[in-house]
């Protein structure tokens, strides 16, 4: 298998030098560009430098992956860019964006979750692939059908990650249309969740919600729903992320998986158990995006204690009551 690997900035060159260690394994990396909204927070706020520091760093560690043969995709993935949604300045930025990278990067794909965005970067710029985002929930034929005229491929809706049955559906439909299908692996988000909407269009105006005088402060629900310690125990159950060890059994089904590498503290973490180990002893919680760890403290969820029971159809994981542990458990039986 390979992955598509989430960038991340940083000040020095560490994440950068560990992904072109593992070059041949990973499709591309992914990542969003200047101040266009997108699925996660804005790179400089988190990194501490300017924007044009930001933009600097980025365009130096984009253009050393390229060097590097490692493919480019860049993201329009936000669920809401609001006025400037279908303005002529803002395809025209588009625009100028994609031509900009494609002169001095690998760039060989736009992930996006706008049809109207899609259909731009397709009638303009016919050589590069676009992308259905998982934001955009793709999980049925029909939901194909209705896009395929703007979009070569398409991210998995995460909530099937685990059904093999409507996988192989959805990739006989994509080889007979000549489209491919794609899974995001290590998604800690709660499946379902009726929150997730509005919390992603939160993450679109960060920005601009930046500014006010917020009187309210949103993480999602997921925290306050799994702070119950009863709800803890539905965790397996109620996300779709796919454990290091599992890989395999994809590997006729998608021909990468899309690694959430973008805001973890310890991306590199995530490029060892998926990619050097193909396992991972210690939370599971700590490879997902979010990573939910801090919210069932003092206890974890280690990942070598997970049981796979796998059938032609699925695959479900079970007995978290033996997986579920607290940290000052020893692990004498390893």
Known sequence: MKFAVGYQLFPDSYFIDNII????????????WGDFPNGRNSQHLNSGMTPWETTQKQLEDLKKLSEEGIALDILF???????DSLSKAFFQKIGDTVDYLQEHCLLKTVT????????????????????????????????????????????????DNRNFA???ALKAWCDDHGKKL????????????????????LVSHESEISQMDNGFAFEGVC????????????????TGFIR???????EDLFPAMKLATRVNADPVKILRAYIDQGKHIGSVLDLLEPNHSPVIYPYILENSRIEARITHD?????????????????????
Do not use: W
């Not at 260690?21 to 969003?32: C, D, G, L, N, T």
């Not at 965005?117 to 590069?128: G, R």
């Not at 290091?244 to 994809?250: G, T």
């Open 112 to 159: 996006t979750t706008s049809p109207v965005i899609a259909a731009f970067i397709k009638s303009n710029f016919l050589e590069l692939d676009v992308r259905a985002s998982v934001n955009m929930g793709v999980g049925t034929i029909e939901g194909m059908e209705y896009i395929g005229d703007a979009f070569d491929s398409f991210y998995l809706k995460r909530e």
């Open 77 to 83: 993935n936000a669920t809401c860019y609001g006025k």
């Open 223 to 238: 925290r306050k729903y799994l702070s119950d310690r009863r709800n803890i125990y539905n965790l397996l159950d109620r």
């Open 182 to 201: 794609y899974a995001l692996a290590n998604s800690g988000c709660l499946n379902y969740c009726s929150a997730h909407v509005f919390h992603d269009n």
């Open 21 to 32: 260690q593992r070059k041949e394994r990973i499709s591309e990396v992914y990542f969003s």
């Open 166 to 168: 409507k996988i192989r």
């Open 244 to 250: 290091p060890e599992d890989v395999a059994l994809y």
């Open 314 to 334: 699925e695959i479900k994981y079970i007995n978290i009551e033996k997986a579920l542990i607290q940290l000052e458990d020893t692990y004498a039986d390893k």
